[in-house]
RNA sequence: GCGCCUGUGGUGGAAUUGGCAGACACGCUGGAUUUAGGUUCCAGUCCGAAAGGGUGCAGGUUCAAGUCCUGUCAGGCGCACCA
């Protein structure tokens, strides 16, 4: 069969699409198979190389499970609401509506072009209003279960734009579009109380199936920390609070640090006597985004504030109170005590300020020279009562005193904070509020719903740091909902993380107008059976996602407390030097190129081949042609068809072959799926010929990776009835895959002298019997006494003799 | 500064989880086919003439280490200096 790619692509995407091959069924009694890939936001620069690798691997997944029996769900959708789409539209003066049809209908194409199985009548879009209408419920369902509420925030300003930036768009401290000063300003923000679902995070992992280094980044995130409240007195007799995780050091606390926006700073201005270097320094700090905070650590800044101390409750030493910016306002009280004898930062702050440092803790070096930080072994010191205790004995006794004598108490933190979910943005779901003066923040009722985004001139904010949505008075006035007097609606939209939040639901039942899903399909689909999608995800998304679910099984309106059964994570594709690929870098592949020249079986084959699925690695265009040669043999095999039956020289090589590529799909294991398929049709073609029943077994195992030229094939070769995609999966006879002799090695010390064929169920005498028969081996044992023998069967033995 | 990940032939990568390092590909070399190029097919290909030596580097545990432990170096990615 000669093998034009581009015509047997496109016959058989057609023919599955006029099928419905791929559709998921709705009322089935098959069991069911969720497979989630993290649908994409269609970019401007069309599809990336990146998308079709979990895309291909999801896809080959599915394609077997479904030969397997399963009824499949594997859907795709657009996560088209954000920040590009925008800033584009604002560019070009095009309604952000259609900048997304036009990169939605590019990804589409590319998408149906790669043959990836995707069940496309389920199809979704973040930005269609039938979709947000749902997005906007559960907010308002948020809402009036007290998860929402408003704080004032500070946020990053651009004070020539005069608007408000994503981090993203601060390079450097500066705007990234017009390289002006970017200063932090305070508004006041939608927030959503994630962190009242912080233990349940952590512990729910304990319910599903991630890879360890997703728990752990997630566990890590969340942060729960266990350490204690102190209240330190100041000499004009105010109350400053920290948090610690070592009460145990408090003994040794020499100074203590408070974050440049600490309240009391304001209400002790009277009596700070260098208030102007104070304010200096807050000015700076404000200036500063969190990362440049991060970059400046290694030169440790900060002011000490002349004319008020504080007091150490343990033992009434008075100590100097500094501001500084690495102590954040935003994570525990925003104050700390520093012990610098037991604290790496806090030694250098205590270097660079001369500070004492007094150790409490025994079992380091020179505390002067370098921080002890090591719980487990120390014995506390210079403590009073606390002297002789090991850490952790310690922590406890003196939380036990402070509480007794109401100095501090045992305390739980975490860093996780609250999200933020106010942008100040047109291309976002508006949040379904009205602010009314009397009654105040009003929920929509939800026959209003959905509340859709009005047609405006211009998508830039307004000079006040308001969303454009302020412009358009005939929306933003409006009567309250409760009272009917004047009032005027929310204009901030929600961040593109609301959408992602729960879109695997709607795929479920992507077409009902009266819920987001209907309670069948729920309950049939739920949870997602696999999620796949990428490591940087792991603590926004994922997270911002579980928490959403855990909410909606609080109000009864999901069936499952956790929405992932399953997560795996992909590597990144780097360019072909190694590194990230970015249109600055110049090292970016497009697959449309890919596909066009060598075909999409090809690409998928190659992006399923490139390296181990789950690490990093980098494009490798030279090893392209393997697979297309690779694809191209396996169609020559259709011209080579003699007889029927499996003849027996291959009959265990396709045993072998068939189990290890059924276990490495479900392992991700596809490049030595792939690599076994290789090796298979190697044997194959050394016999000059294939027989039909070959032929067929190999065909269907080739059809997840190659679906276009395993149709094709099957078909020419009058294999089976109706499509491959739809044939059944081949079962493999355990005892086939066992060859009866086996070659194990022989090695005399450690050091393989010999290899020698034995029966594969030899004991260890007979194995070893054998093995003293060869020269090669006495050769190395002759005088010597035999110390140990080891026999690992199948494998080796090992001699040791001296 | 912190966290996570990765270091194996000329190249991408395998290695049943402590048991024969280099599967499968790419590339290269030689040969066959071809007017030639391409394609295809066959043979070879970790280094070393050999003894031996080899998984970033230095130690350690073990009969046995790419795999486990300690230290260290390099690269990549992420970040909210998290007390």
Redesign the pocket.
């Known amino acids: 069969m000669k093998y034009d790619h581009k015509s047997i692509e496109s016959k058989w995407q057609k023919k599955w699409e006029e099928a419905g091959v791929f559709h998921a069924e709705s009322d089935s009694d098959k069991k069911k198979f969720y497979a989630l890939i993290e649908f994409p936001y269609p970019s401007g620069q069309g599809l990336h190389v990146g998308h079709p690798r979990s895309y291909t691997a999801l896809d080959i997944v599915s394609r077997k499970r479904r030969m397997q029996g399963y009824n499949v769900l594997y859907p795709i959708g657009w996560d088209a609401f954000g920040l590009p789409t925008e800033n584009y539209a604002i560019k070009n003066h095009v309604h952000p509506k259609i900048v997304t049809e036009n990169n939605v209908a590019r990804f589409k194409s590319q998408l149906q072009a790669l043959g990836i199985s995707f069940d496309w009548s389920r199809e979704i879009n973040t930005t269609d209003p039938k979709y947000y209408k749902w997005t906007q419920w559960i907010f308002l369902q948020l809402f009036k279960n007290g998860l929402a509420y408003k704080k004032e925030m500070a946020v990053n300003w651009c004070t020539s734009c005069k608007c408000v930036l994503a ?1 993203e768009e601060v390079v450097n401290g500066v705007c990234e579009r017009c390289g002006s000063e970017v200063v932090r300003k305070v508004k006041s923000q939608w927030m959503l109380k994630i962190t009242a679902y912080a233990d349940r995070l952590i512990n729910d992992l304990d319910l599903v199936d991630y890879p ?2 997703v728990k ?2 997630q566990k ?2 969340i ?1 729960r ?1 266990t ?1 204690a409240e102190v209240d330190f007195t100041t000499t004009t007799g105010d109350i400053l609070t ?5 009460p145990d050091t408090l003994f040794g606390a020499t100074y203590m ?1 408070i ?1 440049p926006e600490h309240p009391i700073i304001e209400k002790l201005s009277d009596v700070i006597k260098n208030m102007d270097e104070v304010r200096a320094y807050q000015d700076a700090a404000a200036r500063k ?3 440049e ?6 030169d ?2 900060g002011v000490r504030l002349d004319g008020v101390e504080a007091i150490n409750p343990v033992n009434g030493k008075q100590i100097p109170i500094f501001i ?16 610098p004898a037991h ?4 030694h250098d702050f205590a270097k660079k300020f001369d500070l004492p440092i007094i150790e409490v803790v025994k079992g380091g070096e020179n505390v002067q020279e370098e921080a002890f930080t090591d719980c487990a072994t120390g014995i506390l010191v210079n403590s009073d009562y606390l002297n002789g205790l090991s850490v952790d004995d310690a922590k406890k006794k003196i939380i036990e005193e402070l509480e007794k004598t109401g100095k501090g108490h045992a305390k739980v ?1 975490f ?3 609250d999200w933020v979910f106010s942008r100040q943005r047109y291309w976002g779901e508006p949040i379904p509020i009205v602010h009314c003066p009397c009654c105040g923040a009003v929920p929509l009722p939800e026959s209003e719903l959905p509340l859709e985004l009005p047609e405006v001139e211009s998508y830039e904010p307004t000079d006040t740091g308001e969303s454009p949505l302020a412009k358009m008075t005939d929306w933003v006035n409006t009567k309250c909902p409760k009272c009917g007097g004047d009032a005027k609606r929310e204009t901030d939209t929600m961040p593109q993380w609301a959408g992602s939040s729960w879109y695997f639901l709607r795929y479920m039942d992507p077409h009902n107008d009266n819920a987001l899903a209907s309670e069948e399909a729920l309950k049939y689909w739920s949870p997602v059976d696999w999620y796949n999608g990428g ?2 995800h792991t ?2 998304h994922l997270l911002y996602s579980r928490f959403w679910h855990k909410f909606l099984y609080d109000i009864k309106v999901v069936p499952t407390p956790e929405p992932y059964a399953k997560r795996t994570s992909h ?2 594709i ?1 360019g072909e030097n ?3 690929m970015s249109k600055s870098r110049g090292n970016v592949v497009n697959p449309d190129d890919i596909v066009n020249t060598y075909g999409a079986d090809t690409m998928r084959l190659f992006e399923m ?5 789950e ?4 494009w ?1 265009s ?2 392209i ?3 297309r ?2 694809v ?2 396996f169609c020559g095999l259709e011209s080579m068809v003699k007889g029927d039956g499996i003849r027996p020289e291959l009959e265990s090589a396709f045993h072998k072959t068939i189990k290890k590529v059924g276990e490495d799909v479900e392992t991700l ?1 596809f ?2 799926a ?3 398929l ?2 298979l ?2 044997d194959i ?2 016999t000059g010929s294939v027989t039909k029943e070959e032929l067929k077994i190999f065909t269907i195992l080739m059809s997840p990776f190659a679906p276009h030229a395993a149709e094709e094939v099957w078909e020419l070769a009058k294999l089976g009835e109706g499509f491959v995609s739809r044939a059944e999966w081949p079962s493999y006879d355990e005892s086939k895959c066992v060859d009866a002799s ?4 022989v ?1 005399v ?4 002298r010999d ?1 020698i064929m034995v029966p594969v169920d030899i004991d260890q005498a007979g194995a070893l019997e054998l093995a003293k028969k060869s020269d090669k081996v006495s050769a190395f044992t002759d005088g010597k006494t035999i ?2 023998e ?1 026999y ?1 069967k ?3 033995i ?1 001699i ?1 003799a001296k």
């Open positions: 981090n360890d280094r752990a980044q890590n995130w942060g920390s350490g920290v948090y610690t995780t070592r640090v974050s985004s969190d990362f905070r991060t970059e400046v650590a290694k440790k800044t500084s910016d690495y102590v954040l306002v935003s994570y525990g009280t925003g104050a700390i005590m520093a012990v604290d790496t930062r806090d933190n860093k996780l904070r490591m940087e603590t926004l590597g990144m780097l190694g590194e990230k081949f490139i390296g181990d699925f690490n990093a690695a980098p490798n030279s090893s042609k393997g697979c040669r690779f191209e043999r294991k490049n030595t792939i690599a076994a290789m090796a049709i190697n073609y050394a086996v070659e194990i090695a090695q010390n450690g050091k393989i290899k110390v140990k080891i690992v199948g494998k080796l090992n040791v």
